[in-house]
């Protein structure tokens, strides 16, 4: 949590969050051009009044993380908003924003979308200035395998994703399954643990399907994850028909 900032401060910052989301929705997606800022005419910055003090603060616009969106975001995702899905889902989402502790699990089936969540997820993370990357764990093991051929040090693969402070990490489950992959997750995963840095991450499979077809070692070390089940048909079906 930045500095002073108190849960509730917080808590009233990420609904402002998803209140600009609603409002600029529909420009933003109807247009190729960032629209003018109601709030900071395009500054980026916004005066905060202190409750209890006559003064005032600056604080870091809302808008201006849209440059940092588009950084982070593949274009692909960039549309991507936690108000795309239920109230339900929504309010999960928020309270595991508020209170991240180890990270957040988000299962179900193929093409209900578990991506679309993970990417609004780190949308409202980077909106709230919580400095994030958007990652995939078949990037992660073609970095790990690039490492090898170079013959330099795995470090190279595992520096950025382990010192970011808020890691969304999509499809764990995917790949060979080797040996390889199954060390280095769990490597991945206790390097975030033990520096207290929330991971959210994406599967097709539940808890005891992980352990099952994967690691039982990364299913216990995911238990202390809050964890979302997202159901229902095949998104992609649907957008193709």
């Not at 616009?61 to 889902?89: G, H, N, Q, S, W």
Request: proline residues 4%; charged residues 30%.
């Amino acid at each position: 949590m930045d500095g002073m900032e108190s849960t509730a401060d917080l808590a009233k910052r990420l609904e402002g969050s998803l209140l600009i989301q609603a409002k600029r929705t529909v420009s933003q997606r109807s247009s190729t051009s960032t629209p003018d800022c109601e709030y900071c005419k395009n500054t980026g910055y916004v005066e905060v009044t202190i409750p209890g003090r006559r003064s005032v603060m600056m604080r870091e616009c809302v808008c201006l993380a849209d440059r940092r969106i588009e950084a982070t975001i593949p274009k692909r995702y960039r549309d991507a908003m936690l108000l795309d899905f239920p109230d339900v889902v929504q309010e999960l989402v928020k309270q595991w924003l508020l209170r991240p502790g180890d990270g957040l699990l988000i299962t179900g089936k193929a093409g209900v979308g578990k991506t679309h969540l993970l990417i609004a997820c780190a949308r409202t993370a980077i909106q709230l200035s919580r400095p994030s990357r958007v990652d995939f764990f078949q990037k992660f093991y073609m970095d790990l395998r690039d490492t090898y051929r170079r013959n330099e040090s795995e470090e190279m693969a595992y520096a950025s994703r382990d010192n970011t402070p808020f890691l969304f990490i999509d499809d764990l489950g995917v790949g060979a399954l080797s040996d390889m992959e199954r060390r280095c997750t769990l490597e991945l995963l206790d390097r975030r643990l033990h520096k207290m840095r929330p991971t959210c991450l994406t599967s097709n499979w539940c808890l005891a399907e992980i352990a099952e077809k994967f690691d039982e070692r990364i299913a216990s070390r995911l238990q202390s994850f809050q964890q979302i089940e997202i159901t229902g048909p095949d998104r992609r079906g649907l957008a193709a028909s």
